[in-house]
């Protein structure tokens, strides 16, 4: 099979999907935005006590909430998550992903196990993880120096 075959039958648990970290809605921004750092994540998934996601909590929210008050540090976070965790159920095919990421204008996608608990995050590295693990003779993947430089001037 091909690339389009495969991302249609795929399941979103083909994927490489990154930790989730769950937080209580009672927690506050610190605490949302400390865990963020500490698992290096740009979103953290608001759990009810069952465990299924009720919202997300990401970067954005916390670079606005601080520039409208700084004060926000010290409220329930939420009073800032988006209601919605946008939440993918992981034998959901990986096509289903791919047009809520773009539907919705998303980069983290909150995955569900079979009970609708929040399990894991995926988002666009994710699908990028994916396709190179799995057509590496489509993907051209070139070495990085460290220092970025142009070899010929381009333009005017």
């Known amino acids: 099979m091909g690339l389009r075959e495969n991302i249609l039958?795929?399941?979103?648990?083909?994927l490489e999907l990154r930790d989730l970290v769950p937080v209580d809605r009672k927690a506050t921004v610190r605490?949302?935005?400390?865990?963020?750092r500490d698992h290096r994540l740009g979103c953290v998934v608001i759990v009810d006590a069952a465990g299924k996601p009720v919202g997300k909590f990401t970067e954005r929210l916390l670079m606005s909430g601080l520039l409208k008050d700084p004060a926000c540090l010290d409220k329930p976070v939420e009073k800032f998550?988006?209601?919605?965790?946008n939440p993918i159920r992981q034998d959901a095919p990986i096509a289903d992903m791919?047009?809520?990421?773009?539907d919705r204008e998303l980069r983290f996608l909150c995955v569900t196990d079979g009970g609708?608990?929040?399990?894991?995050?995926?988002?666009?590295?994710g699908l990028m993880e994916y396709v190179a693990d799995h057509f590496p003779r489509q993907v051209k993947v070139q070495k990085m120096d460290s220092k970025v430089y142009m070899e010929k001037r381009e333009g005017a």
Do not use: H
Not at 9 to 14: I, Y
Not at 98 to 102: E, V
Not at 116 to 125: E, Q, S
């Open 31 to 36: 605490e949302a935005a400390a865990l963020m």
């Open 98 to 102: 791919i047009r809520m990421l773009k």
């Open 81 to 85: 998550m988006y209601a919605d965790a």
């Open 9 to 14: 039958t795929d399941p979103v648990s083909e």
């Open 116 to 125: 609708g608990k929040a399990a894991a995050l995926t988002g666009p590295r």
